[in-house]
């Protein structure tokens, strides 16, 4: 499934969203919830260069709900979820 709204990441408001204490309190809140581990290979927060928090969709951006809008990835799963998503577009 592609996230919806996906054209929103480049937006003006997502690129100041990403920077904001509310968007890292979400993103601290969705690692706790995954045990600071990757949901797609298992690997912890110790064992990768980087967690990253990924919207499974953006139709609720700036309003997520941390259990079903968000996940945690390592920055490697993180990079196949988007190349997937591309190729799903044809981008």
């Known amino acids: 499934m592609c996230p919806e709204g996906s054209e929103r990441v480049q937006s003006a408001f997502y690129q100041e969203y990403i920077k904001s204490p509310e968007w ?3 993103k601290r809140q969705r690692m706790e919830i995954d045990g600071f ?3 797609m290979c298992g690997r912890s927060i110790d ?3 980087t967690m ?3 919207h499974v969709t953006y139709r609720n951006l700036g309003h997520e709900d941390v259990m079903r809008d968000l996940c945690t990835v390592c920055g490697s799963c993180h990079k ?3 190349n997937y998503y591309d190729r799903e577009r044809g981008d």
């Open 80 to 82: 196949k979820l988007h």
């Open 47 to 49: 064992h990768c260069r």
């Open 37 to 39: 581990r990757c949901v």
């Open 52 to 54: 990253q928090v990924h």
């Open 24 to 26: 890292e309190e979400k």
